[in-house]
């Protein structure tokens, strides 16, 4: 008889999947952002609350959250919507790991159980935790939802994780909020909505290019230290046996 743990897993499992059919059903996950972002306007000052909120459903069901951080940044500009996407991408994160660490444990592992990307990553987690933790969130090496759930296997203290992931994802949040900020501006500037004339227009293309820069150099950096914390022989064996 199916015990209590694995009937509440099995219920999860369920609930997420629905979840996911829901929005697949709907319509294109483009035009179910469209709808949000134009209800999340007209909450005003709330808004800020439901994009936060948004990032939990979009970690649990693997959804991307990009065009919620970039949504945010031309609504609400780039210092409000840094703050509620970096809040609300943090719970986000951490939520999945809970469920990966209880609930989903079992689902998740015969997911990645024969990755050798991962055991490389839990052996590097298993010393530098809260390091390896951030130098993920910095890099584009491993995708952002899948470790979420995965963390959630090794033994990272869930306090070392969510400081860390916050910090990491930091520079990332940054940059797609700015974009929407920008975008936003731009449009106001051109349709004469605000005043300013060249300068201001270069002055956002400037503050633009910065801002990629940053973070194109961080990313690099923190792939290049990645690459020194995972154990060489994993690294070299996955790169055997992707063809590199």
């Known amino acids: ?4 743990g694995t009937l509440i ?11 996911a059919v829901a929005v697949v059903s ?6 179910q952002l ?5 209800w999340v306007e007209s909450l005003g000052t709330w808004g800020l609350v439901a994009i936060a909120a948004a990032y939990t459903p979009q970690c649990l ?6 065009p919620i951080s970039l949504g945010a940044g031309f609504l609400f500009g780039v210092v409000r919507g840094v703050i ?3 809040i609300g991408s943090t719970i986000g994160a951490s939520a999945a790991f809970l469920a990966g660490r209880t609930l989903l444990r079992s689902w998740i592992e015969s997911r990645i159980a024969g990755s050798d990307r991962f055991r490389a990553l839990d052996a590097a987690v298993g010393e530098h935790g809260f390091k390896i933790v951030l130098l993920t969130r910095l890099s584009p090496v491993f995708p952002f939802n899948v470790l979420n759930y995965a ?5 990272v203290r869930f306090r070392d994780y969510v400081l860390a992931s916050w910090i990491g994802m930091f520079p990332g949040t940054v940059l797609y ?3 929407g900020s920008a975008v936003k501006n731009l449009a106001d500037l051109f349709a004469g909505k605000v005043e300013g004339g060249t300068g201001q227009k270069v002055l956002f293309f400037v503050g633009l290019a910065a801002t990629l820069a940053v973070t194109v150099v961080v990313t690099r950096i923190a792939k290049q230290a990645l690459g020194s914390a995972i154990p060489q022989p994993a690294r070299e064996k996955e790169a055997v046996g992707s063809g590199q």
């Open 177 to 179: 909020v700015y974009l």
């Open 1 to 4: 008889m199916m015990n209590r």
């Open 61 to 66: 069901l693997f959804l991307p959250g990009s």
């Open 26 to 31: 709907s319509g294109s996950v483009t035009e």
């Open 9 to 19: 897993r099995c219920v999860v499992v369920l609930l997420l999947v629905a979840g």
């Open 84 to 86: 509620a996407v970096s």
């Open 151 to 155: 963390f959630g296997l090794t033994k």
């Open 34 to 38: 469209q709808r949000f972002l134009g």
